[in-house]
């Protein structure tokens, strides 16, 4: 599987952004797409994920009630919508998929190149 991210830019905190993931192929169902961020000197970070079949979602504590994962099956993408964007969140994101849940960037076995996301304070 192939992964395409794109979406990333500069905000301003409080604003809002959506991040794109397309895959080249469909996931199956039982795999699960996540969403990983790594800042500066830091280590890769879990962010959010989605089962691609039913749908169940799982988020960091840092983001969650601001960041929305969904997937739209007809197009193969799987989107993180940000919106209360801090400034800590600034990070390269990256999309990955992997064959079960998991929040360790390890257990992860496709990804996506990563698309910057700036929050300026």
């Known amino acids: 599987v ?5 979406g990333g ?6 604003g809002s952004l959506r991040l794109s993931c397309a895959a080249s192929e469909r996931p199956y ?3 699960v797409m996540g969403w990983f961020r790594q800042a500066p000197g830091k280590e890769r ?13 799982y988020y ?5 009630g601001r960041f929305t994962v969904s997937r739209d099956k007809s197009k193969n ?5 940000m919106n209360s964007l801090k400034p800590e969140d600034t990070a390269d994101y990256y999309c990955a998929v992997g064959y079960r849940y998991g929040s360790s960037w390890n257990e992860y076995e496709y990804w996506g190149q990563g698309t910057q996301v700036t929050v300026s304070s």
């Open 2 to 6: 192939q992964l395409q991210a794109s």
């Open 9 to 14: 830019g500069l905000v301003q905190a409080g």
């Open 29 to 31: 169902s039982s795999y």
């Open 45 to 57: 970070e879990f962010v959010a994920a989605i089962r691609w079949g039913g749908g169940s979602t």
């Open 60 to 64: 960091a504590d840092s983001v969650k």
């Open 77 to 81: 993408t799987a989107y993180l919508q």
